[in-house]
């Protein structure tokens, strides 16, 4: 073999989440993600090192992706997808959707689960979170608030990945169109991310 040939392959990660209500069906949101590569690598190393960290571990909401204009005027603002300690716009609330962790509340309904078709090169990491009728604790009674600052008025969440010292790396953000927590409503995030070997042969 030449030394001037090289392996061509790669991995390709892309998300995309569907957030909505599980009774009525109603969709708030149905869009793909922007993936933190940089994080995402470490994070792909630390799991298949057995580092005991790196693996996806919590969700994180937050209201700080959009500024809402008098016009009625939604700007969303860029995804953080670049530096080790990028974080979201106002995180207000987060999730732990790892089944195997203790600190999981509700494991049957916040989870994590893989599906892979035989013969394909690509892998998909199904991250379910809910956010039942309780929760949070101190949203308001009814889906009407006028402002959109409200702490449980999301407009961006993202994945993290478990840490040993902390908080963990910001590995995904989406930024959308504001959707309210409130005690009437029950949302469900399934957030789907696909991992994918790509293979160009040798060069």
Known sequence: ????????????????????????????????????????????????????????????????????????IIPHLTPHSTGTNATLYNQTYSKIVDARSVNNTDPARNFLETR?????????????????????EGQQAFDTATNADDQYVFDELGLRSYSTSGTGRLITHVVFHPVQKSLNRLIQIDYTVRVQSLSGGNL
């Open 1 to 72: 073999m030449s030394n001037t040939m090289k392996d061509n392959n790669g991995i390709h990660v892309q998300g995309h989440i569907k957030i909505h209500d599980p009774e009525s069906g109603k969709v708030y949101v149905n869009k793909r993600n922007a993936i933190h590569y940089e994080n995402m690598s470490i994070a792909l190393a630390e799991s298949l090192s057995n580092a005991g960290q790196g693996f996806i571990y919590e969700m994180s909401f937050a209201t700080g992706g959009t500024n809402v204009y008098p016009t009625g």
């Open 116 to 136: 892979h078709v035989s013969g394909t090169n690509y892998t998909d990491i199904i991250v379910t979170c809910l956010l039942d009728y309780g929760e949070p």
